[in-house]
T-cell receptor
Framework: GDSVTQMEGPVTLSEEAFLTINCTYT??????LFWYVQYPGEGLQLLLK?????DKGSNKGFEATYRKETTSFHLEKGSVQVSDSAVYFC???????????FGTGTSLTVIP | DGGITQSPKYLFRKEGQNVTLSCEQN?????MYWYRQDPGQGLRLIYY???????QKGDIAEGYSVSREKKESFPLTVTSAQKNPTAFYLC?????????????FGPGTRLTVL
């Protein structure tokens, strides 16, 4: 069945370091892919999305490219800030439009 | 502003009591979802509804019940049959039938069983 696998955390980085959080997926057809961010005690917020192969989603300095050949959607940021500390979830929506699958989340802590 | 509201933010329940969590959206979305999140873990789907008066069980529906009498509202009842109900509960909605549309989330309700 469809699923999402993302790298386990927690991840701890120094401010201004480069961030990569890996995400791979298994799906039939052509799903849409998403990254969500969750700050402590809050709901999830959409960070970025991509709806077809080779699309790049970007927001707030974060980027992810939909790679169909490697079934991946890795999240990257060139220079993280303390305010980026949160839990990041990779997710996919099947192309039937009625099932959403989330990864287990990756906790990021950025230290000054 | 359009969005999803959940109430209350914190909820305490004694063992053996049923409790209902509220979820309301004014985004005109057809689909609504309930997830459970345990500390350090991902989201698990409890129930979802694609249309008014219809809903389906998710992965962990046992001990929970829902209703969808109005498009805007999707309350979740945690019954006494739920063995370990202490968790963070998240409600979400989306435009159904559009595979490129994301889910929008509410701020969550933290339920603690005393």
């Amino acid at each position: 069945g469809d699923s999402v696998t993302q790298m386990e955390g927690p991840v701890t980085l120094s401010e201004e370091a480069f961030l990569t959080i890996n995400c791979t997926y298994t799906a039939t057809g052509y799903p849409s892919l998403f990254w969500y961010v969750q700050y402590p005690g809050e709901g999830l917020q959409l960070l970025l999305k991509a709806t077809k192969a080779d699309d790049k989603g970007s927001n707030k300095g974060f980027e992810a490219t939909y790679r169909k050949e490697t079934t991946s959607f890795h999240l990257e940021k060139g220079s993280v800030q303390v305010s980026d500390s949160a839990v990041y979830f990779c997710a996919l929506m099947t192309n039937t439009g009625n099932q959403f699958y989330f990864g287990t989340g990756t906790s990021l802590t950025v230290i000054p | 502003d359009g969005g999803i509201t959940q109430s209350p933010k914190y909820l305490f329940r004694k063992e053996g009591q049923n409790v209902t969590l509220s979820c309301e959206q004014n985004l005109n979305h057809d689909a609504m979802y309930w997830y459970r999140q345990d500390p350090g873990q991902g989201l698990r789907l409890i129930y979802y509804s694609q249309i008014v008066n219809d809903f389906q069980k998710g992965d962990i529906a046992e001990g929970y019940s829902v209703s969808r009498e109005k498009k805007e509202s999707f309350p979740l009842t945690v019954t006494s049959a739920q063995k370990n109900p202490t968790a963070f509960y998240l409600c979400a909605s989306s435009s159904s039938g559009s595979w490129y549309n994301e889910q929008f989330f509410g701020p969550g309700t933290r339920l603690t069983v005393l």
